[in-house]
């Protein structure tokens, strides 16, 4: 119950395509879903997050979509540049600490110019 | 602010040897987290520290493993003795409450056991 599956494992989209990655999860008590962006050789950085209480939110190109029914959330890249090539992680906690971050696998983007 | 800072970021050790990463948190942050990348396994929780005392172990494999923080501004991961198992990248985490639930992670530590 604790699991968040992400798909898929690996994608690759042409420069200014949209990238879409998808999640769910299968805990009601989370409430707290943020992406993260990681480069090779690097941490992972928060790239966007989303509550609950919204069905979307949008920070230039990437745009988190949550359907709360269905307990799924997803990544949107709108216009895919070569430099979103990266390995993106979705997340999820609980609480209003929300300390404990149980991550997706994974979705390795590659974006060819 | 230099982020969080762990050290060393590449290390190589014989198997049965003893091995110490080390991390500095972001100041002012509450919360320190130990994680573990690996390619089958993903991104693992091992330990979180909220105000320097350890809340949820749970997540540290075996007795082999140990973390500890002396004070808000260090920590260690110990890994005695380590095995070709333990061979990831180990990354330190840190964050505050107050600025929503951002955590900011290391470089990371890339240990290969042999």
């Known amino acids: 119950q604790q699991q968040v599956k992400q798909s898929p494992q690996s994608l690759i989209v042409q420069k200014g395509g949209i990238s879409i990655i998808n999640c769910a999860y299968e805990n009601t008590a989370f409430d707290y879903f943020p992406w993260y962006q990681q480069f090779p050789g690097k941490g992972p950085a928060l790239l966007i997050a989303i509550r609950p209480d919204v069905s979307e939110k949008k920070e230039g190109r990437f745009t988190i979509s949550f359907n709360k029914s269905a307990k799924q959330f997803s990544l949107h890249i709108m216009d895919s540049q070569p430099g979103d090539s990266a390995t993106y992680f979705c997340a999820a906690s609980m609480g209003t600490s929300g300390s404990r971050l149980t991550f997706g696998e994974g979705t390795q983007l590659t974006v060819n110019p | 602010d230099a982020g969080v800072i762990q050290s060393p970021r590449h290390e190589v050790t014989e198997m049965g040897q003893e091995v110490t990463l080390r991390c500095k948190p972001i100041?002012?942050?509450?919360?320190l987290f130990w994680y573990r990348q690996t390619m089958m396994r993903g991104l693992e929780l091992l330990i979180y520290?909220?105000?320097?005392?350890?809340?949820?172990d749970s997540g540290m494999p075996e007795d082999r493993f140990s973390a500890k923080m002396p004070n808000a501004s260090f920590s260690t991961l110990k890994i005695q003795p380590s095995e070709p198992r333990d061979s990831a990248v180990y990354f330190c985490?840190?964050?505050?409450?107050?600025?929503?639930?951002?955590?900011?992670f290391g470089e990371g530590s890339w240990l290969t056991v042999v």
């Open positions: 985490a840190s964050r505050t409450v107050g600025l929503g639930n951002t955590i900011y």
């Open positions: 520290f909220n105000n320097n005392v350890p809340i949820d």
């Open positions: 100041s002012g942050h509450d919360y």
